[in-house]
């Protein structure tokens, strides 16, 4: 197994990976842009531009609460100063609310509604609000918040093709999105959600270009990844969430019953159509899997040509989870060096990838590590 120093890791790195364990505490929000909170993806996250890398950093859940970060109220231009025990770090931005938030639908849905701005250029949505999974606490993954969002007005249970390309080609003209990324509750059918995403593809394809990440659980078949190639979807995610099967058991019952070997079995055909380094899956670190495990895990998975998206779990309020530590920064960089390491050798670095939360990158700092060899400043 790869070693690991801490004095290989340069100062972003640090900052990055600290920031994302620890969370920040906003002194004054008046005049920052807004953040989310419940909801799939970086649910109680705030987007900053830290050293010319965006990252989302927890700043609602508990632990952020006692971090030693801090930021002043943002200028106009979003520009704030990130302090650490009140000494000054280094200037950061809050990226600017989005132009596509303050419009909306005919039949009056505001577009925040239907998709939201994630990092500084990436359109998220959640087609598919409800999760088969969701409503049972003998099958809820213990981390997610999908059903908050709904229960707080705060999206729409059910995204409609069109109105996902009205947004998308504001988002792209108004505010410079450059790609989308498509997740999903999982229906009670077979398909896993791969038909919705399919419609939504194609109608965002059309419309605006952008490229296109799907997020779904492995379908029965996979002949749909055909359809959702041929959709207009240009990368594929498929989301483990932890790898030992005790674990995803205890961590998530419902999902768990979809086992880690199916999920391989999936990942090969999805790269026979998508091509290496366009399918990937997260790891959340901190549930229970080991460092050794982790590595173990994402080396089987580069192998398959599967770029495995390792992210720090975070304790989202009103969710079973919400008062578990997350990982702390050491082990996260114990792991992100070596699997940097690993994905530069791989060739299959998140600047490779066509669209999706490992091109984005934000919710870990991975890709700051995938460069380590080339810039250890
Ligand atoms: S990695 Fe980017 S696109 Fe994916 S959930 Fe995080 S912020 Fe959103």
Not at 106 to 125: E, F, G
Not at 147 to 160: D, P, V, Y
Not at 242 to 253: G, L, Q
């Amino acid at each position: 197994m790869t070693s690991f120093s801490s004095a290989l890791v340069s100062r972003k790195q640090w900052l990055l990976s600290d920031l994302q364990s620890l969370g920040l505490r906003i002194v004054n929000e008046a005049g920052s842009s807004s953040s989310r909170r419940g909801g799939a993806g970086p649910s109680d996250h705030k987007a900053i531009s830290v050293m010319g890398t965006t990252i989302m950093v927890p700043i609602h859940t508990k632990p952020a609460h006692h971090s030693p970060f801090t930021a002043t109220p943002p200028d106009q231009y979003g520009r704030s100063v990130l302090s650490r025990d009140g000494e000054t770090e280094v200037p950061i931005i809050f990226p600017p609310q989005p132009h596509f938030y303050s419009m909306h639908t005919a039949d009056d849905i505001p577009y925040w509604k239907l998709a939201q701005l994630h990092s500084h250029n990436v359109l998220a949505t959640t087609v598919l609000q409800t999760c088969v999974r969701y409503g049972n606490a003998d099958t809820k993954c213990q981390f997610c918040a999908i059903g908050e969002s709904l229960k707080g007005n705060r999206t729409i249970a059910r995204k409609t093709p069109e109105q996902l390309a009205e947004v998308a080609w504001a988002a792209q003209h108004y505010d410079g999105i450059e790609q989308v990324v498509l997740t999903t509750g999982t229906p009670p059918t077979e398909d896993r959600g791969a038909s919705i995403l399919c419609d939504v593809a194609r109608a965002i394809k059309l419309r605006t270009g952008l490229a296109i990440q799907a997020q779904c659980e492995p379908p029965a078949d996979f002949i749909w990844f055909n359809h959702l190639h041929e959709a207009g979807v240009d990368s594929l995610g498929m989301h483990l969430e932890a790898w030992d099967e005790e674990v995803r058991a205890r961590i998530m019952p419902g999902k768990a019953q979809v086992p880690v070997s199916y999920y391989l079995k999936a990942f090969k055909a999805g790269v026979a159509i998508f091509g290496r380094g366009q399918v990937s899956t997260y790891l959340l670190a901190g549930l229970g899997d080991t460092r050794e495990g982790l590595l173990d895990a994402c080396h089987q998975l580069i192998e398959l040509g599967v770029y495995p998206f390792v992210v720090p779990f975070v304790p989202i309020g009103g969710t079973p989870l919400e008062n578990r530590q997350p990982p702390d920064a050491d082990f996260m960089r114990s792991l992100l060096s070596p699997l940097g390491d690993m994905l530069t050798t791989a060739g299959m670095t998140s600047d490779t990838i066509k669209a999706g939360c490992a091109k984005c990158g934000a919710c870990s700092s991975l890709s700051s590590f995938e460069k380590q060899s080339s810039c250890a400043a």
